[in-house]
């Protein structure tokens, strides 16, 4: 089945320590991409891929790490969360210019 | 900033009505306009898209009205039915994905 994975689904941690949301795709797409879904502001881009090892930031990128080592993963790190990054977090992958395929989400606490 | 404007914020139709939103943007450099519906717990799934070399886009019971003048482009969900109760997205990127702007949501209830 294609799909966007995410993992974990929800996610509760403490302001500083280091966490990372993992996300994985099955359809071999070269293009994916972080965003984050806040109430009243709909969908914010954190960082997108364009391939391996390619990179670059989107509207929303303080306090966020990603890394393309691998066609299929687009892990997004956050070294030291704060409250302000409580939020749904969904990864998508595509193909330019034709559907995206989104994740089921991340919920993230940080307290 | 926000690059894409959307409204109605909310919006209640009757079952068998017409649900119109609405978008605006200010990048003319945008050559891609999706729509996504998003259901509770859900991630966004496409729905029907559009590139400004054409006006209007129909696929079933959905259209996009799109005026690049104008810089504004619209959904129009046609005989609306309950199960299209979601939240609903537009966006706006340029040059492939690359950098993807989305609107701040319509919630979209259709009763009985």
């Known amino acids: 089945e294609a799909q966007v994975t995410q993992n974990p689904r929800y996610l509760i941690t403490v302001t500083g320590k280091k966490l990372t949301v993992t996300c994985s795709q099955n359809?071999?797409?070269?293009?994916m991409s972080w965003y984050r879904q806040d109430p009243g502001l709909g969908l914010r881009q954190i960082y997108y891929?364009?391939?391996?090892?390619?990179?670059d930031k989107g509207d929303v990128p303080e306090g966020y790490k990603v890394s393309r080592k691998e066609k299929r993963n687009f892990p997004l790190i956050l070294e030291s969360p704060s409250p302000n990054q409580t939020s749904l977090y969904f990864c998508?992958?595509?193909?330019?210019?034709?559907?995206?395929?989104f994740g089921p989400g991340t919920r993230l606490l940080v307290l | 900033q926000q690059q894409v404007k959307q409204s109605p914020q909310s919006l209640i139709v009757q079952k068998g009505g017409i649900s119109i939103i609405n978008c605006a943007y200010e990048?003319?450099?945008?050559?891609?306009f999706p729509w996504y519906q998003q259901f509770p717990g859900k991630g966004p799934a496409l729905l029907i898209a559009?590139?400004?070399?054409?006006s209007e886009k129909k696929e079933g019971r959905f259209t996009i009205s799109f005026n690049k003048s104008a810089k504004q482009f619209s959904l129009h969900i046609m005989d609306s039915q309950p199960g299209d109760s979601a939240t609903y997205f537009c966006?706006?990127?340029?040059?492939?994905?690359?950098?993807?702007?989305f609107g701040t949501g319509t919630k979209l209830q259709v009763i009985p």
């Open positions: 998508a992958s595509g193909r330019p210019q034709e559907t995206q395929y």
């Open positions: 359809m071999n797409h070269e293009y």
């Open positions: 891929s364009m391939n391996v090892e390619v990179t």
């Open positions: 990048n003319t450099a945008f050559d891609y």
């Open positions: 559009i590139r400004p070399d054409v």
């Open positions: 966006a706006a990127s340029s040059g492939g994905y690359q950098k993807v702007t």
